[in-house]
């Protein structure tokens, strides 16, 4: 086995950096590994992240791992994890190559998985003019014809939501569906999305007509991306509707297991990076008081019953 670790935090997006940028300057022996899957890499830009609006997520990502090469106890390896237990007091994580490599603490920063429709067309526009999240991407699409992409409650919701970014809304339910927003729906079942140099610029149904947008908001469900959270039996909270599997953490984002920590896309109801940056620090600092705890018997609260008083981010 590789040798051992203070923490391994497992994903290299926002979150997990973050929480190895403070790892780092504690001077607290620190492995990310990183599978190379953040959601938003396929976005032009990240939206309302401060000092960095607009930015390329891949290009933030370089940046925040060159930051760490400064730091001598932080090392970045490119991999995945795919199996994970606990043993001797700390865990044993497997690498998809074969190698194992052992911690005392974990940290859980491997994101989610979106699940959208099946809708041809769709794949290729994800991250740009098809998105999930209009406080991302509404500015880029503002005063667009914009579609919405839902059925029931998320439907008025979302659509409601977008009148701050333009008028022209049409709710699209994909077949009949109970939607009573006083906004255009049409319920005609859709063939594909039609792009242009790589955007959206009409939706086609079923019938061979063409409704023209610039841009749709489409609902989606997120997911646990890996099976650690379950292989290391950590709790997530019932499925809501939106996220079907988070993580539950308490205000540091402890886990109902001892010594695993989650944050970021993981354990939240919100995706977004500012959110994931700032979870990703707290949680560092976390993980670094609990191993004081360990070491020299700093006082910190004792490890939640996250099935009794956890607070739920999902």
């Not at 620190?30 to 599978?35: G, K, M, S, Y």
């Not at 914009?146 to 008028?167: C, N």
Request: a negative charge.
């Amino acid at each position: 086995m590789d040798t051992e670790w203070d923490c391994i935090v497992v994903g290299g997006g926002a979150a997990g950096l973050s929480a190895a940028l403070v790892l780092g300057r504690a001077r607290r022996r620190t492995l990310v590994v990183d599978a190379g899957r953040q959601s938003n890499l396929p976005a032009h830009g990240i939206g309302g992240l401060l000092g960095h609006d607009g930015r390329p997520p891949a290009e933030l990502y370089a940046t925040g791992r060159a930051e760490l090469e400064k730091y001598p106890t932080v090392e970045v390896r490119s991999g995945e994890i795919v199996v994970g237990r606990a043993e001797g007091g700390g865990f044993v994580l497997g690498l998809a190559d074969g190698g194992e490599v052992g911690a005392r603490r974990v940290l859980l920063a491997t994101g989610m998985d979106y699940v959208t429709p099946p809708i041809p067309g769709l794949a290729e526009l994800w991250g740009r003019s098809a998105f999930h999240c209009p406080f991302c991407h509404g500015w880029e699409a503002r005063d667009q014809p914009i579609a919405v992409l839902a059925d029931g409650d998320r439907a008025e919701h979302m659509a409601l939501m977008l009148r701050g970014w333009t008028d022209d809304v049409v709710v699209l339910t994909n077949g009949p569906a109970g939607v009573t927003v006083d906004l255009p729906v049409d319920e005609r079942a859709i063939a594909r999305l039609v792009t242009e140099a790589g955007e959206l610029v009409a939706v086609e149904f079923a019938d061979g007509d063409r409704l023209a947008r610039r841009a749709v908001l489409v609902a989606t469900s997120l997911r646990q991306r890996s099976e650690l959270a379950a292989q290391l039996g950590v709790e997530t909270a019932p499925p809501g509707p939106v996220v079907e599997d988070a993580i539950v953490v308490d205000p540091f984002h402890r886990t109902s297991v001892p010594g695993v920590f989650a944050a970021g896309d993981v354990s939240a109801s919100m995706p977004q990076v500012a959110a994931a940056i700032a979870a990703g620090s707290l949680s560092g600092a976390a993980v670094v008081q609990s191993l004081l705890a360990d070491d020299v018997g700093l006082p910190t609260p004792p490890w939640p019953n996250q099935k009794e008083n956890a607070d739920v981010h999902a």
